[in-house]
């Protein structure tokens, strides 16, 4: 059996460099034409889906719907859920990369970006960023609202929601296209892999590339490659 990963496509804190994490900033054009390019592939390819599942962010939900309405698959139903949000990236969330690297160093810098424990700076409660104060979340209890994740912190909540939510529908044999954010998937990667802390280090998912695991009967990945337009750089 197939499972599709993708990773929205280009939004604007892409483009600008900054740290986004759940601020909730749109596609840029390209991210729109990644997305409907993803979706092409994907017909070109002969794959259909049952269900689709995404984020509470509106970068990834319009890639699933971009996604969607090329395949024209967009009567399939979507669950959305706040699990499947990028890591949290506390109080560097809206900082310019660049500029976080010159002031803190680049090691600090990629600590932050890509170790497996090492958590952001975390928000105050009262800073408007802090999740509380967006009523999208209103349904998480004082546990659960993130003021900064590591990778292991989103590992927490995604990994649950893979079995709670999405292993059970995979069992019934329905075909799955999951449209989430570059560690929200690398969450998901690194437990389908069992990929090292160390080694998850190295890992980066492309921008509006699908990615298929081809699955065995326990759900156990047997490969996995991106579906890629061979005419294209991306
Ligand atoms: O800013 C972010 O939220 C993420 C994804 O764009 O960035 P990074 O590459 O640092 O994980």
């Known amino acids: ?11 604007d804190w892409n483009l600008e460099n900054r740290f986004t994490g759940w601020t909730d900033v749109d596609l840029t054009e390209k991210g729109a034409d990644d997305a ?5 592939i994907l017909k070109q390819n002969g794959y259909t889906f049952d269900m689709a599942y995404t984020s509470y962010l509106k970068r990834a939900i319009k890639t699933l719907y971009y996604v969607l309405d ?19 990236y ?11 690297a010159e002031e803190h160093g680049e090691e600090q810098v990629h600590q932050w970006r890509r170790s497996f424990d090492v958590a952001p700076p975390l928000l105050e409660t009262s800073d408007e960023r ?16 993130p003021a900064g994740e590591s990778l ?30 570059g560690n929200s998937l690398r969450a998901l990667v690194k437990y389908l892999d069992n990929i090292s802390d160390q080694d998850i280090t190295d890992v980066n998912i492309p921008t509006g590339v699908p990615l298929v695991y081809e699955l065995d009967n326990d759900l156990n990945p047997v ?9 294209s750089s991306n």
């Open 1 to 11: 059996m197939k499972l599709v990963l993708i990773r929205h496509g280009q939004s």
């Open 223 to 231: 490969t996995s490659y991106y579906l890629r337009d061979e005419e």
């Open 152 to 181: 292991k912190g989103t590992i927490e909540r995604v990994i649950p929601y893979w079995h709670e939510t999405i292993v059970p529908e995979l069992e019934n044999d329905q075909k799955i296209v999951i449209a989430a954010h």
């Open 90 to 100: 506390g109080a560097l969330q809206g900082l310019d990369k660049a500029k976080t």
């Open 36 to 40: 409907k390019q993803a979706g092409r």
């Open 70 to 88: 090329e395949m024209d698959e967009l009567w399939l139903p979507v669950h959305k859920s706040w699990k499947l949000n990028e890591r949290h």
């Open 130 to 145: 802090f999740p509380a104060n967006d009523r999208k979340y209103s349904e998480l209890s004082k546990d659960e609202l």
